[in-house]
């Protein structure tokens, strides 16, 4: 059996599970196991019959007081009952912060083995072999975890399309599962999300972004591709010379040391495509790129290529969106 571990914050579920539940659904199709999502919380019902739409087996909420606001020590303790009692041989899991700060003390605790990052899954009869980036993306490494089950598997942000998951006829049962959890054992005390900023973003959620590049070339010129963000509904990103230069702030940096994101709209502007930013946004469903160079590495993974002077184009796309 398959088991996805949902992700869900003040009743508001994190797409990445979405995408999640369809690297599942793959998984399933070629070892035919059943799959289940599981919902952590303190209340989580609306959660739960949302992800019963999707083609599943079933959802299991584990509801207690003590699991919210989140820490790693509530869930860990959460989780380990409720996956012994459930005996899943995947857990699978979207790979977003919260994640990479629990999963790898829950697998410990667990003594079982996890694989990060995954971006696919190879299949062959009933051997299983994950995917996953290696040296900022310049090579990938198939993964097969050894040792006994359940195998922790988290999935890069982008690497299936939450669009794509498969729907159910009808919804799928919603069971409760029966998990204490001692509130004083809960060494953290959790502070407010870490932000850098007053208006910090969490790009992974975006539906469309704009992208600036060394191409914009001086700080003053970022506010043409504000504007065009702001005619787009889209968050304004960049790459990592941008905000090491200070003029963007870190947190909308996308690429391997930055946000990995997977918007339905991602329009590069000025952005050459080192491996280092094409990392982070190679999961987007459409890629515009405006660039000078006809042979920036950008244009090899962009649906729609323009070639040609940004501050002429970004122009004339703002009146067109506008009117």
């Not at 995408?19 to 919902?39: D, M, R, Y």
């Amino acid at each position: 059996m398959i088991l996805v571990i949902a992700e869900q914050k003040d009743g508001k579920l994190n797409r990445a599970t979405w995408e999640t539940l369809v690297g599942a659904q793959k998984l399933a199709g070629a070892s035919g196991a059943p799959v289940s999502v599981l919902v952590p919380g303190a209340s989580v019902s609306g959660v739960a019959a949302e992800l019963a739409t999707a083609q599943i087996k079933d959802v299991v909420t584990v509801e207690n007081p003590a699991l919210e606001p989140y820490t790693p020590d509530g869930f860990t303790a959460a989780l380990r009952q409720a996956i012994d009692q459930v005996s899943p041989t995947y857990v699978l899991l979207p790979h977003t912060y919260q994640t990479r700060d629990f999963a790898p003390k829950l697998a410990t605790r667990m003594d079982r083995a996890i694989v990060t990052d995954v971006t696919a899954v190879k299949t062959s009869g009933a051997d299983v072999a994950f995917v996953r980036p290696m040296f900022q993306g310049k090579l990938t490494a198939d993964v097969v975890p050894q040792g006994p089950t359940p195998h922790f598997v988290t999935f890069q942000i982008g690497a299936f399309r939450a669009d794509q998951v498969a729907r159910g006829a009808s919804p799928a049962p919603v069971r409760a599962l029966s998990v204490p959890v001692d509130a004083s054992a809960i060494r953290q005390k959790p502070e407010a999300p870490f932000q850098q900023a007053k208006q910090a973003v969490d790009l992974s959620q975006a539906e469309r972004i704009v992208s600036v590049g060394r191409g914009i070339k001086e700080q003053a010129n970022i506010a043409l591709a504000q504007k065009l963000a702001d005619a787009l509904g889209a968050e304004i990103a960049a790459s990592r010379p941008i905000c090491d230069a200070g003029w963007l702030p870190m947190e909308r940096q996308v690429g391997s040391s930055g946000q990995t994101v997977a918007p339905k709209l991602y329009l590069a502007l000025g952005i050459s495509g080192a491996i280092q930013h094409l990392v982070g946004m190679k999961g987007s469903s459409t890629v515009v790129a405006i660039n000078k160079d006809p042979d920036a590495p950008i244009f090899e993974v962009a649906d729609y290529g323009i070639v040609g002077d940004l501050f002429e184009i970004v122009p004339a796309i703002i009146e067109a969106v506008k009117s």
